[in-house]
């Protein structure tokens, strides 16, 4: 089945939530229609309290207890049966908090009735938009009081650290909550992590990943890191991320594929709405991109490509295992003509080699067909200090792409290589489903309203993240000894990003 768990934590899960949601809504259930997506991949089938098949996410969810909202841990599928006896016969002080009202949208989706139009204004928890139910064993809640006020506010390096040792040491977290999900999965297909990586939570997903990876020896593991490094914030504040991101990155070698997420792309192009800003809507444009560029390790048939053979289409070289993501609106001229698909399944198409003009992220438009273009919103981290530097003058350089187009309609999924400039290009016919969970993000003529968009993502290596790990490098503090460590290990990840460094081996590799 080639499953995938997914593991969410703090404000990814308002990633999750949009996700799932999506993930849910391109069930088929009609004998008479072939899915184009295998959903044993996210989903797997259990029974319920009542004895009915039940048909949940593979996924576990961590965030602090109050961030949960109205969501119970307990749902209809899962209700407890009857009293259970106490386990303590002692006096015991109870501690009680006030319940969350569940947010008008829920109610109405428990009623059976249309749900309201949400907004950045009325959606208080990512709670609030999410559409499926999840095993008790999914949701993990931590109890802020436990840590005090180390726990608040929830950005220094060091609380998501002790938290996780904590955790760990009261009852081994992966023999708790990942071995159920695993023990369960047929052929593993590997772990998807949505996380931040700018406050506490890097340093729980860094000490997780290093257990994971300990735990599943080669299995794919791919992070998507959030940040929020763009925002205009006091300077203490802004150092204090800073230093967090570059932490993660430092510690991001346990990942097949590491990919840092700006929550905003600059430039912002003109069809996508960011405004007003709000988690639920930075979450959307997230989930979208990721749920795209991940799409072929869920397809059937001859489009499908697993994750393995996609991390070596991306770090080809070996030692490039971080990429950039950017989504956009695919253009006219990607369309396949009727031709082209008749040709076949797989086939060679030209294009003009990648070029990206500047340090402020633009890409140049000489390629409608190759990676990204002026239009795509790159969702990479950027500093004040990258965005003001000129680089010499000199164009970035791109080592790899892969690239998914998704077009509602199309025919047949199409397979595209382009070896020369190292491009792998996946076109398939699942459009993005436009729920009612999902923020206005896009801003595009559909004809009406329309049940699909568009889109289409990219996984890129250049040499811009090179520049990033070396702008970090700056940030990088803690005690001498720590301090030392961790620039001499971002030095080495961004000499594998270097311009040139490609030639060079290559070079080496033809004189052998």
């Known amino acids: 089945?080639?499953?995938?768990?997914?593991?969410?934590?703090?404000?990814?899960?308002?990633?999750?939530?949009?996700?799932?949601?999506?993930?849910?809504?391109?069930?088929?259930?009609?004998?008479?229609?072939?899915?184009?997506?295998?959903?044993?991949?996210?989903?797997?089938?259990?029974?319920?309290?009542?004895?009915?098949?039940?048909?949940?996410?593979?996924?576990?969810?961590?965030?602090?207890?109050?961030?949960?909202?109205?969501?119970?841990?307990?749902?209809?599928?899962?209700?407890?049966?009857?009293?259970?006896?106490?386990?303590?016969?002692?006096?015991?002080?109870?501690?009680?908090?006030?319940?969350?009202?569940?947010?008008?949208?829920?109610?109405?989706?428990?009623?059976?009735?249309?749900?309201?139009?949400?907004?950045?204004?009325?959606?208080?928890?990512?709670?609030?938009?999410?559409?499926?139910?999840?095993?008790?064993?999914?949701?993990?809640?931590?109890?802020?009081?436990?840590?005090?006020?180390?726990?608040?506010?929830?950005?220094?390096?060091?609380?998501?650290?002790?938290?996780?040792?904590?955790?760990?040491?009261?009852?081994?977290?992966?023999?708790?909550?990942?071995?159920?999900?695993?023990?369960?999965?047929?052929?593993?297909?590997?772990?998807?992590?949505?996380?931040?990586?700018?406050?506490?939570?890097?340093?729980?997903?860094?000490?997780?990943?290093?257990?994971?990876?300990d735990d599943l020896g080669k299995t794919s593991i791919w992070v998507f890191g959030a940040t929020s490094l763009g925002k205009r914030e006091e300077r203490v504040k802004k150092n204090l991320k800073l230093n967090n991101v570059a932490r993660s990155i430092g510690k991001c070698s346990g990942a097949s594929l590491f990919v840092p997420m700006e929550e905003w792309p600059r430039p912002i192009p003109t069809y996508l709405k960011l405004n007003p800003p709000s988690q639920w809507r930075v979450a959307g444009l997230h989930s979208a991109a990721i749920s795209t560029v991940t799409l072929p390790s869920r397809?059937?048939?001859?489009?499908?490509?697993?994750?393995?053979?996609?991390?070596?289409?991306?770090?080809?070289?070996?030692?490039?295992?971080?990429?950039?993501?950017?989504?956009?609106?695919?253009?006219?001229?990607?369309?396949?003509?009727?031709?082209?698909?008749?040709?076949?399944?797989?086939?060679?198409?030209?294009?003009?080699?990648?070029?990206?003009?500047?340090?402020?992220?633009s890409i140049s438009e000489q390629n409608s067909d190759g990676p990204a273009t002026s239009q795509d919103a790159l969702l990479f981290p950027r500093i004040e200090d990258q965005l003001r530097q000129r680089n010499g003058g000199r164009s970035l350089h791109t080592f790899s792409t892969f690239k998914v187009v998704r077009v509602e309609k199309r025919g047949k999924s199409k397979i595209d290589i382009q070896e020369q400039i190292r491009m792998h290009t996946i076109e398939t016919h699942v459009g993005y489903p436009l729920l009612d969970s999902f923020p206005h993000v896009f801003e595009v003529s559909t004809g009406g309203e329309a049940a699909s968009l568009n889109l289409h993502g990219s996984l890129e290596v250049s040499s811009a993240i090179g520049s990033l790990v070396r702008q970090l490098k700056k940030h990088a503090s803690g005690n001498v000894e720590e301090r030392e460590d961790l620039s001499n290990k971002l030095e080495e990840i961004a000499e594998q990003y270097r311009e040139g460094w490609e030639g060079e081996l290559s070079s080496d590799d033809d004189d052998g």
Do not use: C
Request: aromatic fraction near 10%; charged fraction near 25%.
């Open 1 to 213: 089945m080639h499953e995938i768990i997914t593991i969410s934590t703090g404000r990814a899960n308002y990633t999750a939530a949009h996700f799932f949601n999506e993930q849910e809504s391109l069930f088929s259930y009609s004998d008479q229609e072939e899915p184009l997506v295998d959903h044993e991949v996210h989903f797997r089938a259990g029974i319920g309290a009542d004895g009915h098949e039940t048909y949940l996410p593979r996924s576990l969810i961590y965030d602090l207890r109050d961030n949960f909202g109205s969501m119970r841990q307990i749902n209809a599928l899962y209700e407890i049966a009857g009293d259970s006896e106490p386990l303590w016969d002692q006096p015991a002080t109870v501690i009680t908090r006030p319940p969350v009202e569940p947010h008008r949208y829920q109610q109405t989706l428990e009623s059976g009735l249309v749900p309201p139009r949400l907004s950045d204004e009325t959606v208080r928890y990512w709670s609030d938009y999410n559409r499926v139910f999840y095993h008790p064993r999914s949701i993990i809640k931590i109890d802020e009081q436990q840590f005090g006020s180390r726990a608040a506010p929830f950005e220094k390096w060091e609380t998501g650290d002790e938290i996780f040792e904590t955790l760990d040491k009261e009852s081994d977290l992966l023999d708790r909550d990942f071995r159920p999900f695993l023990e369960e999965s047929d052929a593993l297909q590997g772990v998807k992590i949505l996380s931040s990586i700018d406050d506490a939570w890097g340093a729980f997903t860094a000490r997780y990943l290093e257990q994971l990876r």
């Open 299 to 361: 397809l059937k048939g001859i489009a499908k490509e697993s994750w393995d053979a996609t991390e070596i289409l991306i770090n080809m070289n070996g030692n490039q295992n971080i990429a950039q993501l950017s989504l956009g609106i695919p253009q006219p001229d990607e369309k396949v003509t009727s031709a082209e698909l008749a040709q076949g399944p797989s086939e060679v198409r030209e294009s003009l080699p990648i070029t990206h003009n500047g340090t402020d992220g």
